[in-house]
């Protein structure tokens, strides 16, 4: 049970930053206000929370004009899926 | 998904507390020792979650003399139970 322990992740112990994660993995990407919309956030809140997940490498963003609005989406990067699935095998594993 | 974030419990966020919360539902009860070799936890930092857990009433203990030495045996609640299911379920709907 301790190395099950160590494979859940921190950066996904806030339920938060475990939202968006499954958001990013469920969705193939999805733009700021779709995110809060979506988790229910300020934009504060959610700007914390993708600014710890982008240092972790866990997802990108990508910067458009949309209408001539600037529109950011966010993806979950190759190191984020495999990280999220880690965590998930790991709740999975302590459950048996 | 706002919903299902409400249905995270804050309690459940730090994964030892998940890991012991998992280890009493899945056992019928685990004394102090039992707890802290199998999560590989220090004496203070089981006590410091076991104290967070019993104050929500997620878990209860007993105390009982083994071999004339006090030994501490600890239990889900019922209430504790369904707190984790309903954890457990909300992760499984993130998923989805």
Same mark, same amino acid.
């Given at each position: 049970m301790k190395e099950v @322990?160590?494979?859940?992740?921190k950066a996904? *112990?806030?339920r938060i930053r475990l939202g968006i994660m499954s958001a990013l993995v469920v969705n193939d990407n999805l733009d700021f206000n779709s995110l809060k919309n979506l988790l229910g956030l300020t934009d504060g809140n959610l700007a914390s929370h993708l600014k710890t997940l982008?240092?972790?490498e866990y997802?990108?963003?990508? &910067? *458009?004009?949309l209408n001539r609005k600037p529109n950011t989406n966010y993806f979950a990067t190759?190191?984020?899926? /495999? /990280?999220? &699935?880690?965590?998930?095998? /790991?709740?999975?594993?302590? @459950?048996?």
């Open positions: @322990l160590k494979n859940l992740d996904f *112990e806030n982008k240092k972790k997802i990108t963003y990508k &910067k *458009e004009f190759n190191k984020g899926i /495999a /990280a999220f &699935k880690k965590h998930i095998n /790991a709740i999975e594993q302590l @459950l048996k």
